[in-house]
């Protein structure tokens, strides 16, 4: 199949102090420097503007409403899960990687064989993760066996109120399978939301952290000013493959690709 020759050679999943404490490292996705990108596109040169911090945050508290029964992820989540459909919840970031924005995130997920509903809005806060559960997470409609969650981007400067709704979702979601993303930081609040994402694989084992924060610090040419989500076509394509890095092959891949999705209003005020 592509995607395994792909994930061969391209994709590498490593496991952070898995030697001193295995019980308590969160996963990590990691993709070398030196990756070819195919026909991906080159980045604009475009760097994003700096803004100012503007929000004060308390030291962040442990909120964990349950710790599910399940084992530390330490391979690629196709490794561990039955099926292959995936739910990603998102922003503005998550939209600019959908369909409708012309993102590399459906294709990347159909070579690897995954069927994905993205569930993302334009300006949505942490709360729209409640609001998709609800929704999508339903009795009466196939399962879904990885959810990922990238919220945030959008913050209405009360980080106690993040951690506790952030921490309720994956709760609600446990013992599944989870990617989890940081946020790029641009010099305001992301990196004390990041301090709270970052703690969360450590409460929650079946949580696989994607550092896209990191990444991006590393690869600055993946963000342009010029686009509301801040992420070049470069970028896109980038969280793309990030994504797929760490879902790796799932066991089947009936109806791979993105089915048409129930969250599409990008109305809301981006702030």
Request: with cysteine; aromatic share 6%.
């Amino acid at each position: 199949m592509v995607g395994a020759t792909l994930l061969a050679g391209l994709l590498v999943v490593t496991t952070s102090c898995a030697d001193d404490q295995p019980e308590a490292a969160a996963v990590i996705v990691d993709v070398p420097e030196t990756v070819e990108l195919g026909a991906f596109p080159e980045p604009p040169t475009d760097e994003p503007e700096s803004l100012v911090p503007t929000t004060t945050f308390p030291a962040s508290t442990s909120t964990s409403t349950s710790v599910p029964a399940a084992e530390r992820i330490t391979a690629p989540v196709g490794d561990t899960v039955g099926g292959n459909r995936v739910l990603l919840i998102g922003d503005t970031v998550i939209v600019a990687t959908a369909p409708r924005s012309d993102g590399a995130m459906c294709d990347a997920l159909e070579a690897f064989g995954w069927q994905a509903e993205i569930a993302a809005e334009v300006g949505r806060f942490v709360e729209f993760g409640g609001t998709v559960v609800e929704a999508r997470v339903v009795p009466d409609e196939p399962d879904w066996d990885v959810v990922g969650i990238m919220l945030g981007n959008h913050f209405d400067g009360d980080a106690a109120k993040y951690e506790v709704e952030l921490d309720a979702l994956v709760a609600s979601l446990s013992p599944r399978p989870m990617l989890l993303y940081t946020l790029v930081e641009d010099g305001t609040y992301q990196a004390a939301l990041n301090v709270i994402i970052r703690e969360v694989p450590e409460r929650y084992p079946n949580v696989v952290l994607v550092d896209w924060a990191e990444i991006v610090a590393e690869e600055p040419d993946v963000l342009t000013a010029d686009t509301p989500s801040g992420l070049s076509e470069e970028g896109r394509s980038r969280l793309a493959l990030f994504t797929v890095a760490a879902l790796g092959e799932p066991p089947v891949v009936d109806g791979a690709g993105c089915v048409p999705p129930v969250f599409v209003d990008d109305s809301a005020i981006v702030l």
